[in-house]
Nanobody
Framework: QVQLVESGGGLVQTGGSLRLSCAAS????????MGWFRQDPGKERDVVAV????????YYAESVKGRFTISRDNAKNTVYLQMNSLKPEDTAVYYC?????????????????WGQGTQVTVSS
């Protein structure tokens, strides 16, 4: 069992930056693939960025490439999402998720554990 707790969301102006953190419980964090997803009300949950368990592989949605960076610190059981050059269309609830297979997966249904989400609002 893994418990995930996101933090770092908030209100920021267009062009600003935020860093989201996701703290995981458990001693097997390093074995999990981790992902960040986002969801607007009434819409599907979409992948933002994913990192494999060995940190050698990452995936980014086209809309965030060059602006967002996913990283992980296995010693701290934490995964991060650095978000720069934020746009109003980045406004959403952001969720982190853990996948037991440890590989890169972009489909939300593949993930086993989810955090409660953190709101990111980008004002124009």
């Amino acid at each position: 069992q893994v418990q995930l707790v996101e933090s770092g969301g908030g209100l920021v102006q267009t062009g600003g930056s935020l860093r989201l953190s996701c703290a995981a419980s458990g001693r097997t964090f390093r074995n999990y693939g981790m992902g960040w997803f986002r969801q607007d009300p009434g819409k599907e949950r979409d992948v933002v960025a994913v990192i494999s368990r060995n940190t050698g592989s990452t995936y980014y949605a086209e809309s965030v490439k060059g602006r967002f960076t996913i990283s992980r610190d296995n010693a701290k059981n934490t995964v991060y999402l650095q978000m720069n050059s934020l746009k109003p269309e980045d406004t959403a609830v952001y969720y982190c998720a853990a996948d037991r297979t440890g590989v890169l997966r972009t489909n939300p249904s593949a993930y086993d554990y989810w955090g409660q989400g953190t709101q990111v609002t980008v004002s124009s």
